[in-house]
């Protein structure tokens, strides 16, 4: 099974979910059912668009709409701490409704 989280629950609870990813967990954002998104653990020498935290939890609607078209790296205190990336065309959520975190 895969990680899966709602927008709306990211919303109120990025910190949360950074933590996750920094421990190396991938998980998929999910707006009505369908991927808009994958948080995923920053690889080694990748360098992106550098956006922080804050920036991307008051403007979340807009980093999504971005990460369509190129990943982005999300920054905690400089740090490279996450990366929002496109969604894989061969991805296939396995979940329920009541398993969204």
Do not use: C, K
């Not at 899966?4 to 009505?32: D, F, S």
């Not at 994958?38 to 668009?49: D, F, K, N, Q, S």
Request: hydrophobic share 45%; glycine share 8%; no cysteine.
């Amino acid at each position: 099974m895969q990680n899966v989280i709602g927008i709306r629950t990211l919303r109120r609870g990025v910190n949360g979910a950074l933590l996750r990813v920094a421990r190396g967990e991938t998980i998929v954002l999910v707006r009505h059912g369908r991927p808009v998104a994958i948080l995923r653990p920053l690889g080694v020498g990748e360098l992106y668009r550098r956006v922080s935290v804050t920036t991307f939890r008051r403007n979340l609607r807009r980093a999504v709409l971005v990460s369509h078209r190129r990943p982005i790296t999300l920054t905690w205190y400089g740090d490279g701490a996450a990366v929002l990336a496109p969604v894989p065309p061969e991805l296939e959520l396995e979940y329920e409704e009541d398993d969204l975190l």
